[in-house]
């Protein structure tokens, strides 16, 4: 354990031997599985919730998105909250780790609670119950997922081990989004009946009940594993400070690579939420498929996210982190910009070649977004003798959750405007407006998220010899 001490807003000093560069290969193990928890919560709810709240329970599409978003927004209160608790807890066994307890067991009710709402039709009550079982899901998404990733930083110092620590985070979060996605495929369309023209798949709100204690039980197990697993991990003790508020604000903010990177973050999310929200519809709507088509989309990026994150891991060695996330959004780009071309009746390999595209852009988003931030936090440490840790995840996670209530919003709204009516068939009329509502979600706004994010990796200067040249000067100052 490292426990810094300071008094004001004067640089940390971390003495040589307290530097931890490489982890064991159980604690990355069992720090991961937490992250594949998450990744099943949040992309199962990414995926099928705005679906889920038109086709089964009957709200209107623009509704659905303003509920999500405002359960969304509330992330303003709960995330920083966790952060300042989880920065200012008390434990032998570490600091954050007792909120990765208690989340553990919000979340598991609360994905629960999401897919089994019991009212139906397009009204006030039902947009309140809707609303109510949100705010749980996100409450408890805040209190395991903000302590989660604030561990990170606090358990190594090496710059690269860093990257391969979010590396492992990468594998385990696209084995969740699987079980989220394609998971949520399969059952979905073994579970579903056929009707209609062609044969469409229709499911009922049995069928999303069964999915979501599926989902219940991966969640809970993968976030017990890694509270129970982290025990031993290096952790930071709170810093007391007689800085005002005012000043300490300033120098969080003034953190100007933290704040970069997590402003590209939220342009990479923007847009990967916005195609979560909206695949659905181009799978079943505009291309005519079954739900149980989704593994196609889904196993695909998870194969090459194992392939790739080691890789992307060493190439970062050779053209620094920056570069390897620049080649995450290029890919980002290039897969959404290939939805364009998508038709009905198209060969089944097209829909495989788009989803290993996602799995390069994923991997390289994910893993190189989190080592950077990490970065930038100690050098807010090195800096200022506060760890923060919990504030930037929080600011981090905030801006993650609003990205994944924005995109579904513009996606819902789009459909609205388009006609969309799940109670009818897409017909000539309308046909060409929804699919072009349904594009908005899986390539425009993700097209242009990614231009957003290669502008502003641009103005990131942090790397390793930056960071080893504060390191030094931090220990000259002492």
């Known amino acids: 354990m490292t426990a ?41 709810v990414g995926a099928l919730m705005l679906f889920y709240l038109t086709t089964v329970v009957g709200i209107a599409g623009w509704a659905a998105g303003v509920i999500l978003m405002v359960s969304k927004l509330y992330d303003l209160v709960s995330d920083p909250v966790a952060g300042w608790l989880s920065d200012r807890h008390r434990s032998p066994a570490g600091r954050r780790r007792p909120f990765l307890l208690w989340g553990a067991l919000i979340n598991t009710v609360a994905i629960i609670l999401v897919f089994t709402v019991p009212l139906h039709g397009n009204h006030w009550s039902v947009w309140m ?5 949100n705010l749980i899901y996100t409450t408890g998404y805040s209190i395991y997922y903000v302590p989660l990733l604030a561990m990170a930083p606090e358990m190594t110092d090496g710059f690269h081990e860093r990257s391969v620590l979010q590396g492992w985070r990468v594998m385990f979060s696209a084995l969740g989004t699987a079980v989220a996605t394609v998971g949520s495929g399969i059952v979905l369309g073994q579970l579903g009946h056929r009707t209609g023209v062609g044969g469409r798949v229709v499911n009922s709100a049995a069928d999303y009940a069964w999915l979501s204690v599926l989902f219940g039980v991966f969640t809970f197990a993968g976030m017990i594993t ?15 400070t007689t800085a005002s508020w005012r000043a300490q604000v300033s120098s969080f903010f003034g953190n100007r690579p933290a704040i970069i990177i997590i402003g590209v973050k939220m342009a990479q999310l923007i847009g990967i939420a916005s195609t979560g929200a909206a695949m659905l519809f181009m799978i079943v709507e505009v291309l005519r498929r079954s739900p149980g088509d989704l593994p196609w989309i889904g196993l695909p990026s998870l194969a090459v996210s194992f392939i790739v994150t080691p890789l992307l891991a060493r190439l970062s060695e050779r053209i620094g982190k920056r570069g390897g996330y620049l080649i995450g959004a290029a890919c980002t780009g290039i897969g959404a910009g290939a939805w364009i071309f998508a038709q009905p009746g198209e060969p089944l390999y097209y829909l495989v070649l788009r989803s290993a595209i996602t799995g390069v852009a994923f991997s390289a988003n994910v893993m190189f977004s989190m080592s950077m931030l990490n970065d930038a936090i100690e050098l807010d440490a090195l800096r200022t003798g506060l760890r923060r840790e919990g504030m930037y995840t929080a600011l981090y996670s905030f801006v993650e959750k609003f990205g994944y209530a924005l995109g579904p919003a513009a996606v819902g709204l789009a459909l609205s405007l388009a006609g969309f009516d799940k109670t009818a068939s897409i017909t000539p009329e309308n046909a060409a407006a929804v699919r072009q509502a349904t594009l908005l979600g899986v390539s425009y706004i993700p097209v242009g998220c990614a231009v957003v994010a290669s502008v502003l990796l641009g103005f990131y200067r942090l790397d390793e010899h930056t960071l080893q040249a504060s390191r030094v000067a931090s220990l000259n100052r002492a």
């Open 4 to 44: 810094l001490t300071a008094t004001g807003l004067a640089p940390a000093t971390v003495a040589p031997a307290a530097l931890e560069t490489r982890l064991p290969l159980s604690l990355k193990f069992n720090w991961a599985c937490g992250n594949f928890g998450v990744a099943v919560v949040l992309n199962s």
């Open 129 to 133: 119950y809707v609303l109510f079982v």
């Open 226 to 240: 890694a509270w129970r697993g982290t025990r031993r991990a290096r952790f930071t003790e709170h810093v007391r």
